[in-house]
C-alpha cells in the first residue's frame, strides 16, 4: 500500500440502473503521484466507476472525496473545474475543428479575459491569447503532434485523434486525469506511443492517473497498483505482480 494521503478516496459506492447493480460497495483510494489500473472484464463496472469520479453519473451510496472535498453529488463541470480530467472510451473531440481548437478547449477554465475583451482581442486579451497559445504550444511538442496542428481533427487518423483527445485532457492542467482504454482499437506502434505519453505524464508532471484498459500486458508493465473489479465489485487489489497470481482475478478472467 502507498503511504503518504490519498488524493481520491472512493468509499463503498453503489450505483445500479433499472435493477442491475453496476458497483456494490467499491472501496478504493488513489495517492498522490500514482498510476492506478482499474481492469475486470467487460461489463466489471470500470466505466461506471469512472463516470461516478467525474459526475457523470450520481451513485446512490457511498461517497467520492478528492482532496478532501466531496464530489459525490456536483455535476461533472463543477468537477472538472476542481482539477479531475478525463479522456473517453470513445472518440469525444471537435471533430470539424482543428487540433490547436481542440486542445485550446481545454483551456475553458484558465481563461482569465471575459468574452467581450477576446471578441476585441485588444491589451490583457492579447497577452492573454499569448498566454494560452504558449501553452498549447508546449502540449503540441510533448505529444509530437507538431504536423497536424491546424489539421481538422476528423481527418487524421484515429490514434493521431486519441492523442490529440489526450492533450485536451491535459490543457485543463489537472491534478487528477482518468484515462478511459486510450488505447482501444488501437495497433502496436500506437499503443507503444500512448503508453509512452502517460508514462512520461505520470514520470515527468506528476499527475496521478487512474488508467481503465484491457491490454494485461501493458497493464502489468506501467501501472504500479491495480484494482479489480468483477460485477461490479472489487475482488483484488495490490502490485501487479499479485495481481497477476491472484486466483480471483485468474478466475474473471478465464472462467471455472
Given at each position: 500500500m502507498p503511504s503518504g494521503n490519498p488524493v481520491l478516496q472512493i468509499k463503498d459506492v453503489n450505483l445500479s440502473f433499472g435493477g442491475v447493480q453496476c458497483l456494490a460497495g467499491v472501496s478504493c483510494e488513489l495517492y498522490e503521484g500514482e498510476l492506478l489500473a482499474v481492469i475486470g472484464p467487460n461489463g466489471a463496472g470500470k466505466t461506471a466507476l469512472l463516470n461516478c469520479i467525474s459526475g457523470f453519473y450520481h451513485p446512490q451510496g457511498g461517497q467520492?472525496?478528492?482532496?478532501?472535498?466531496?464530489?459525490?453529488?456536483?455535476?461533472?463541470?463543477?468537477?472538472?473545474?476542481l482539477g479531475v480530467a478525463r479522456t473517453f472510451q470513445n472518440l469525444a473531440d471537435y471533430a470539424g475543428a482543428s487540433t490547436i481548437d481542440n486542445l485550446l478547449a481545454g483551456r475553458h477554465f484558465h481563461t482569465k479575459e471575459n468574452i467581450l475583451a477576446q471578441a476585441f482581442w485588444f491589451g490583457p486579451a492579447m497577452k492573454e491569447e499569448m498566454r494560452q497559445r504558449r501553452i498549447i504550444e508546449e502540449i503540441i511538442d510533448f505529444l509530437e503532434i507538431e504536423s497536424v496542428r491546424y489539421a481538422i481533427v476528423g481527418s487524421l487518423p484515429y490514434g493521431v485523434r486519441k492523442r490529440i483527445e489526450l492533450g485536451r485532457a491535459l490543457a485543463m492542467e489537472p491534478d487528477l486525469l482518468l484515462l478511459d482504454e486510450p488505447m482501444a482499437g488501437m495497433n502496436l506502434e500506437e499503443k507503444e506511443d500512448i503508453a509512452r505519453f502517460i508514462l512520461d505524464i505520470h514520470e515527468l508532471r506528476k499527475i496521478p492517473i487512474i488508467l481503465i484498459e484491457h491490454d494485461m500486458g501493458l497493464v502489468m508493465d506501467i501501472a504500479q497498483r491495480i484494482v479489480v473489479l468483477d460485477l461490479g465489485s472489487k475482488i483484488a487489489e495490490g502490485p501487479p505482480e499479485a495481481i497477476k497470481q491472484n486466483p480471483e482475478v485468474i478466475k474473471a478472467y478465464l472462467g471455472d
Open positions: 467520492i472525496l478528492f482532496k478532501g472535498q466531496d464530489l459525490t453529488r456536483l455535476p461533472s463541470h463543477r468537477i472538472a473545474g
